[in-house]
């Protein structure tokens, strides 16, 4: 048994109030819980408050409005990815909802929380008993990088399985905090440091997920090694230009802290242009270089979906 | 200050009123208060499904779900199945697909909740469902036709 270190908790009904306990040191917003309980069961933080989204009414429901679907941060994958105009309009975010974890995790962890997730690393996401007999790393209380001991930084990986079909979708993240709300693109939430891994306050709550709804061709791949529970080895989402002269895209992830962006004039050459834009680390279940290569299949058949797609309603 | 909670749920049925600490689990809740002890403690981090009850109809797992998070919902275990999953314990035991029995709980509320949802789920679904829960003795072989075969009962019904 793994207790849990004690905590106050308190479920407040509007997300300013939310941000208001969140602006204290040691609280967390508890969203589904699945990446907030294991990690808290691993002590790799010790909350003094937990802050529930449980009540919070503008955090929930799919709503479309102008040409934008609006997903509360505290729906659940399993609800985004039945939703109609998900499954119509929007395919590749409800694959990628569906390849997260478990069909019940997916029933509990929210869209938010994965938007949110903290960034992951074989050294790191492991029990309390087992890094303290490694010694402890950079990310928390340690000095030393296990990945790169000659390094200076962090490099747990992004590794939340919606981002990047989201970010080519071109979604946007509101957020509500006590000086108000702003809107962020997903592909402006991340930074390059798997310490300090986003772009917005700890006291800022993600309200709602808002996708254009554009009919952008998108395509999301994830491999991993079984094809449940596993995170990525890989994950990738490539988008088919939306007017001639625009390029193709591809986000590969789960390879850094930050998702990786690559545009090619050609489909060919997104493949290609993502295998040399990537450095993944080995993990213990995958070498650096096999992850490599597999980005150069991944986006490669990515691609070849969405051409096959073309031809078929062309 | 807040850090117990009065908590109302409805477990199998019956109305549970009880001060707990706010860091209880469900699982703890289930197993250590109300010694419902059905739902296992496998991996406790959210990785095997031993834990996997029902929440309000949907499959939760309990070891990392806080029981102050149900406030007011309906939780449903092992011991609160009987009739009326009876189809799915019985294909179980017919295909012999449980040895040590630890993750057999787990499987029940799992395919339960699949089949309600999905009467005729097939084999796609089935995998899919049971893709959450780990089995260290059966090999899944037996699993799998024990949860055909309840979804073929299950629909003919
Ligand atoms: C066995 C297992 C396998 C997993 N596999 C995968 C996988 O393959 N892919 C994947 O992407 N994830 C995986 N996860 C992680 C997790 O289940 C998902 O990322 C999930 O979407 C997280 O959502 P949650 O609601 O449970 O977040 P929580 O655990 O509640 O929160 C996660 C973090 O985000 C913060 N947060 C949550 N919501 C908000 C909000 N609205 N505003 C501000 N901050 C917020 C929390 O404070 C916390 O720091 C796995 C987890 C487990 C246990
Ligand atoms: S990459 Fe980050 S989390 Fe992993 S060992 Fe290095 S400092 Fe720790
Ligand atoms: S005990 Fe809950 S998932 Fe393993
Ligand atoms: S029967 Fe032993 S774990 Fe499944």
């Excluded at chain 1, 994965?114 to 790191?124: A, F, I, V, W």
């Excluded at chain 1, 939340?160 to 006590?178: C, I, K, Q, R, Y």
């Excluded at chain 2, 289930?30 to 031993?50: F, I, N, P």
């Amino acid at each position: 048994m793994l207790p849990l270190a004690h905590f106050e908790y308190l479920a407040p009904t509007e997300a300013v109030e939310a941000s208001r306990l969140l602006a204290s040191p040691d609280a967390r917003l508890v969203a589904g819980g699945t990446d907030l309980l294991v990690s808290m069961k691993h002590r790799l933080f010790e909350p003094r408050l937990l802050v529930s989204a449980r009540r919070i009414a503008e955090m929930q429901g799919i709503v479309p409005a102008a040409g934008w679907l609006s997903i509360g941060a505290s729906c659940t994958l399993r609800d985004v990815s039945r939703h109609g105009i998900v499954q119509q309009r929007l395919p590749a975010l409800a694959a990628a909802c569906r390849t997260v974890a478990t069909p019940t995790i997916q029933a509990m962890a929210t869209l938010g929380g994965n938007l949110m997730l903290d960034t992951r690393c074989m050294y790191y996401n492991q029990p309390a008993g087992w890094r303290a007999s490694l010694g402890y790393c950079l990310k928390r209380e340690g000095s030393v990088c296990h990945v790169a001991p000659k390094g200076r930084g962090c490099y747990a990986t992004q590794a939340a399985d919606t981002v990047p079909a989201l970010w080519l979708l071109g979604a946007e993240a509101e957020f509500v905090s006590v000086s108000g709300t702003r809107r962020i693109r997903v592909s402006d939430l991340y930074r390059e440091d798997g310490m300090n891994w986003l772009t917005v306050r700890p006291d800022e709550v993600l309200t709602r997920i808002h996708v254009p709804l554009e009919d952008r061709s998108v395509a999301h791949r994830k491999l991993r090694t079984r094809q449940a529970i596993d995170y990525a080895q890989v994950l990738v989402a490539v988008a088919a230009p939306a007017q001639r002269g625009e390029p193709w895209s591809a986000v590969v992830s789960s390879v850094a802290p930050r998702p990786i962006l690559v545009e090619s004039e050609t489909a060919e050459g997104l493949a290609e242009l993502s295998f040399r834009g990537s450095q993944p680390l080995s993990t213990h279940l995958a070498s650096a270089p096999w992850r490599k290569k597999m980005v150069r299949v991944e986006v490669a058949r990515a691609v070849d979906a969405l051409l096959r797609s073309h031809a078929g309603s062309g | 200050m807040s850090d117990e909670v009065v908590l109302t749920v409805q477990v199998n049925g019956e109305r549970v009123r009880r001060l707990i600490p706010a860091s209880r689990t469900l699982l703890d809740l289930l197993r250590e208060d109300l010694r419902l002890t059905g739902s296992k403690h496998g991996c406790d981090v959210g990785d095997c499904g031993a834990c996997t009850v029902r929440v309000d109809g949907l499959p939760r797992l309990a070891c990392i779900t806080l029981a102050a998070e149900v406030q007011g919902a309906s939780v449903q275990t092992i011991e609160g199945c009987g009739s009326k999953e009876a189809y799915i314990v019985d294909a179980l035991d017919k295909h012999v697909a449980s040895q040590c029995g630890y993750c057999t709980p787990g499987i029940v509320l799992c395919l339960a909740s699949l089949f309600d949802d999905q009467a005729d789920a097939d084999e796609a679904a089935i995998r899919e469902a049971l893709g959450s829960n780990i089995c260290r003795c059966t090999g899944y072989t037996k699993i799998l036709a024990a949860a055909r075969e309840a979804a073929a009962s299950r629909s003919s019904a």
